[in-house]
């Protein structure tokens, strides 16, 4: 089968809905969270790349949201990575963080930061991202703050 190809969408996409429910099974309802959880009131502010199987299947997805402050390097926040369960660890979550990172790389922004699960602090580290502050508790579960600097666009 095909690799996944990777689209940019936004709120008002077709795909969006599917978007959210990839994003509550993987992310929300594994803790107990209502559905409502997966949204944030900054959706249609942020970038949203979605992998898409051949037969239109939403299986991956990874989010972006601008917040720098003054005088700081323009960057943001990655969140809400979710990739479906029968294709984890086949290097899609990957892929999708590097499409992000060279399409921000090509908008000017300079820095990328997260909030990782505990879990997830390894993957995150094979690409390049560090870990900064004291451990902290998000969602219920434990989470690491990391960061990247984006080298220029080649």
Same mark, same amino acid.
């Given at each position: ?11 008002? +996409? ?69 990739? +479906? ?13 590097? +499409? ?12 990328? +930061? ?41």
């Amino acid at each position: 089968m095909p690799a996944p190809t990777l689209h940019f969408i936004h709120p008002a +996409h077709p795909l969006y809905p599917a978007e959210l429910e990839l994003r509550f099974r993987v992310l929300r309802e594994p803790l107990g969270r209502p559905r409502e959880s997966v949204t944030f009131p900054f959706e249609a502010q942020s970038l949203h790349l979605v992998a898409v199987e051949a037969g239109g299947e939403l299986v991956g997805c990874v989010l972006f949201h601008p917040d720098s402050a003054e005088g700081e390097p323009p960057g943001g926040r990655l969140f809400q990575m979710a990739v +479906h369960p029968r294709l984890q660890g086949q290097g899609l979550g990957a892929r999708l963080v590097r +499409h992000l990172e060279e399409a921000l790389r090509e908008r000017g922004y300079a820095r990328v +930061h997260l909030h990782a699960r505990a879990g997830v602090v390894p993957f995150y580290e094979r690409l390049g991202y560090a870990v900064y502050g004291e451990p902290y508790d998000e969602v219920g579960i434990p989470h690491r703050s990391m960061q990247r600097l984006l080298a220029p666009p080649t």
